[in-house]
């Protein structure tokens, strides 16, 4: 994969999870719960925290900016997964646990990928 292919597919999930996290944001069934709209707003703050380095096509920033918060990112998945059936079960939730799921999944594997290339030199690609 090619360093273009791999900040596309990076910029795919990262427009996958603002749509998760603008539904989740709006949903009034969690409103209410201070820890379920830490899951939004863990969700912002992940993909807003590349925003920099992406516009300045710093690469070696956007990967560490991705790989710092993503302990944060999978904590917020995995705490949506055991709790959003309290809030509601239905078919939009699921499909968020789903998407949220594999956006988690396909970063992890996107980050690996990162890490090999990033040990070779990233030359200054425009966004």
Known sequence: ??????????????????MIRT???HADEI???????????????YIRATEPAYQRADWPDFFHRLNGKFNRLR????YYQENFRTFSDHTN??????????CV???????T???????QSLPPMDP
Request: net charge negative.
């Open 1 to 18: 994969m090619s360093q273009e292919e791999l900040i596309s597919s990076i910029q795919g999930v990262l427009a996958h999870l603002w």
């Open 23 to 25: 539904f989740l944001k």
């Open 31 to 45: 409103q209410d719960d201070e820890n379920m709209l830490e899951v939004p707003r863990t969700l912002f703050d």
């Open 75 to 78: 904590k917020a998945n995995t």
């Open 93 to 102: 939730f699921q499909m968020a646990a789903n998407s949220l799921a594999a």
């Open 105 to 111: 999944g396909r970063l992890q594997e996107l980050l």
């Open 113 to 119: 990928i990162a890490e090999s290339l990033t040990s």
